[in-house]
């Protein structure tokens, strides 16, 4: 296994959020790089991490290129290396359960809910467990579609990771066609886990998923299973914007789009690209620093 490290500090919210946006905006970073932020603890919500994590030590040309972020005022960072193990599971295990809306989601630890729709997804390689607030924010908005009278017949979620808001779809809408996709290949092996695991079907049917390995909308089959009335996608706000007019014309006049993993200091860019390819605001919902938009294409006259 790869030496991993990372480079941590500690900053105040602005300070890490404000580098967050910037990191999404740069187009120097290396893809490998991974970038997070978040709260210390849930007392001390001024106060946030800010970490990358590197698959060999950094060099001092690699610390500069994180500090650059900071507009000149970057913090004091501390190298660690990391043991060999993977982070991204470890630092998922032990999650305590979540509920948003009619969905329960928990790793295999806790017992399910009895009263909830209830998800078992473990800690993985793949993002999406429940516990960020995009993912719950997107979970209750799902839920929120379905109250409000929203009729899905072909679903898909792109960025997918765990395949949780794919599930969800399938099971408020469960007639539906169903699509999950996602950029990394680690995402089939984990998405179809979890179908195992949570009594999903695999196939091109109604009331079956299929999952595709694809960048955005750039795959003949996530082309050719559209248009698709109910669009979700909770990726990052940069590759959001930059992907609105191909999401655009994979979607129905009509349809329903949610889009989330943006912070809500980038709504306004976000929304104004998509008003742009004929979409309107039907609700939004703030879950810490992030915004989750329900989105409605205008019908054709």
Known sequence: MADSWKLYAEV?????????????????F??????TGMEIADDRPDDWTFEVYFDCKPEPADIELVSELFAGKAPDFDVQKLPDTDW???????????????????????RADADAVDFVIPASQA????????????????????????VARNHIDVGTGTGLL?????????????????IDPVC???????MAGNGIAEGDGPGELTMVIADGMDDALLRLRGPYDLFIANILAAPLVDLAPSF????????NLLLAGLLETQEK??????????????????????????LRKSPVR
């Open 12 to 28: 105040a919210k602005d300070v890490a959020t404000a580098a967050l946006v910037a990191h999404e905006e740069s187009l120097d």
């Open 30 to 35: 290396p893809a490998n790089w991974v970038v």
């Open 88 to 110: 991204v599971t470890e630092s998922q295990k032990g999650v305590d359960p979540i509920r948003a809306g009619r969905f329960h989601v928990r790793t295999p630890d806790h």
């Open 127 to 150: 993002f999406g467990t429940g516990q960020h607030e995009t993912t719950a924010g997107c979970l209750a908005m799902l839920d929120l579609m379905k109250r409000e009278g929203v």
């Open 166 to 182: 794919a599930f969800a779809a399938m099971n408020l809408w469960p007639g539906a066609t169903a699509t999950a996709s996602d």
């Open 188 to 194: 089939s092996g984990v998405v179809q886990a979890n």
């Open 248 to 255: 655009a014309d994979a979607i129905e006049p009509g349809g």
């Open 269 to 294: 860019r976000v929304r104004r690209a998509y008003t742009a390819c004929g979409f309107r605001l039907s609700r939004r919902l703030v879950k810490g620093d992030w915004s989750i938009l329900w």
